[in-house]
């Protein structure tokens, strides 16, 4: 296939949450890649050439008819809808909803052997290892609904960190499952990146790792950037690339883990939980 890998002629995507940020930009990406490309979103899809379906992660009815109006194939299934701690529903909006999305693609016979999905998490979801335990309870729970009420259960997981986390601990464990489907399954964990949603929580989202950034010279990471390694995942020049959640923010992991840049190193032993 050569460079013809990276691109994708002849396939459908569907990108969740593509009416703007990292979502928009993987719209437009796959787009100039070759795509049909479907958009679900709560806001208004504004991008030309493509489809768009109204849906609202926090309400199941709404995914089930979003999904519906879509139909098959789904070659390729962009989960990129998020929202910041402080919004109703965050822990339907950041994990429940994809994950129902996910499901009702899969009972529909949506999604066919070879196809991929990539999702967004976030730095925010690196620690879930130690918490493997507990996410996998809630995770075992079926459906959305028990999800939700799994979450009613332990309030104090209705927050961003937890549910990326939750994200995270779901692409590694599906990926046995989705494998025997011919289905793979990957995940981006962007650091800082200039969104709307980044703009209206600045300090603390565009804040985190200035420090790294003014050391090596980066700007916070634009959507294009992120939408490049979450194309490529379901790109079928990933072929053989499944269950990752790839961290893509600009080496501030990396250095905090080594110590090569020695401020970063608490910072990833908190998310680390370490
Ligand atoms: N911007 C960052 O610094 C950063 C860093 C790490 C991870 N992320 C994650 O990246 C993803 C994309 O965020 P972004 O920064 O591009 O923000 P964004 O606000 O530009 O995009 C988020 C999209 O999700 C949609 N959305 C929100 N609530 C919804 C709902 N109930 N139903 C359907 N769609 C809904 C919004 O309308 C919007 O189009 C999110 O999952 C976010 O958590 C962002």
Known sequence: MGADAFRFDGKRALVVGGASGMGAATARLV????????VMDFAEVTLPGLRAISLDLRDRSSIEAAVDACGGPIDALFSCAGAADGTPGIEKINFIGHRHLIDCALDGGLLPRGSAIGMISSAA???WEPHLELLEEYLATPDFDGAVAWIAAHPDKATYMWSKQAMCAYVARSSVSMMKRGIRINAILPGPTDTPLAQANADLWLGFGADFRAETGLEPSTSEEQAHALAFLCSPAASYVNGITLVTDGGYYGAGLSGAFPAATPV??????R
Do not use: M, N, P, W
Request: net charge negative.
């Open 125 to 127: 979801g690196l620690g």
């Open 31 to 38: 787009q100039e890649l070759g795509a049909e490309v479907v």
């Open 268 to 273: 990833v032993r908190y998310l680390l939980g």
